[in-house]
């Protein structure tokens, strides 16, 4: 399973745009990268799912540039509830591979 | 988007006794569920892959006679923790796996286990 590298802790301000990247340089061809988000005492929560190029839904956009090597996830206006952890995970598009968690980066929004 | 239930959300029992955790796919149907558990403040740990109709997986270091998982239809999984002693409370969460263009697996909102 491809390992992934991010930042430990962010801080940003509301109204911000906020950056997460992810580097996970020996991702597989057959890998997807997938992002979730996790609140004290709850499970994490799907955010967004790429392989490559860009992928934007009603939440946040997921950067994947050409050698796939890293992502970087982007929160638009981020409010005070956007506080959380965020987990990038690369896993085998198989149905069948459990996902690796890292440490995961604590995304700190402050008024 | 697709939802994951656990049951219950939060429990205590006493040293010795065996508790039970239901994890359910309530709008689609998973082949596959896993179960993690997570200490505070740490990362979510990958104890078993539950499959529909077979033995679960469990991975290094977790005992299979002390955690046992039963996964008897497309929709459930349970986890038992047998003979709970205090060093197994944790928050257990459950995800289940949802087949499609691009696999995601989807979680449960998480068990808290207090063992006295």
């Known amino acids: 399973l491809a390992k992934t590298t991010q930042p430990i802790s962010m801080d940003s301000y509301e109204g911000q745009e906020v950056n997460i990247t992810c580097s996970h340089n020996n991702i597989a061809t057959n890998d997807y990268i997938t992002w979730y988000q996790q609140f004290p005492s709850q499970g994490p929560r799907f955010i967004i799912q790429?392989?490559?190029t860009k992928v934007t839904n009603e939440v946040a956009s997921l950067f994947i540039p050409a050698d796939r090597k890293s992502s970087t996830l982007s929160l638009p206006r981020v409010s005070l509830s956007d506080t959380a952890v965020y987990y990038c995970?690369?896993?085998?598009?198989?149905?069948?591979?459990?996902?690796?968690f890292g440490s995961g980066t604590r995304l700190q929004v402050q008024p | 988007g697709a939802v994951v239930s656990q049951h219950p959300s939060r429990v205590i029992c006493k040293s010795g006794t065996s508790v039970k955790i239901e994890c359910r796919s309530l709008d689609f149907q998973a082949t596959t569920m896993f179960w993690y558990r997570q200490f505070p403040k740490k990362s979510l740990m990958l104890m078993a892959t539950s499959n529909e109709g077979s033995k679960a997986t469990y991975e290094q270091g977790v005992e299979k006679d002390k955690f046992l998982i039963n996964h008897a239809s497309l929709t459930l999984s349970t986890l038992t923790v047998t003979s709970a002693h205090p060093e197994d409370s944790s928050f257990y969460i459950c995800?289940?796996?949802?087949?499609?263009?691009?696999?995601?697996?989807?979680f449960g909102p998480g068990t808290r286990l207090t063992v006295l």
């Open positions: 995970l690369v896993g085998e598009n198989t149905g069948r591979r459990a996902l690796t």
């Open positions: 995800s289940a796996l949802r087949q499609g263009s691009s696999d995601t697996q989807y």
């Open positions: 790429g392989y490559k």
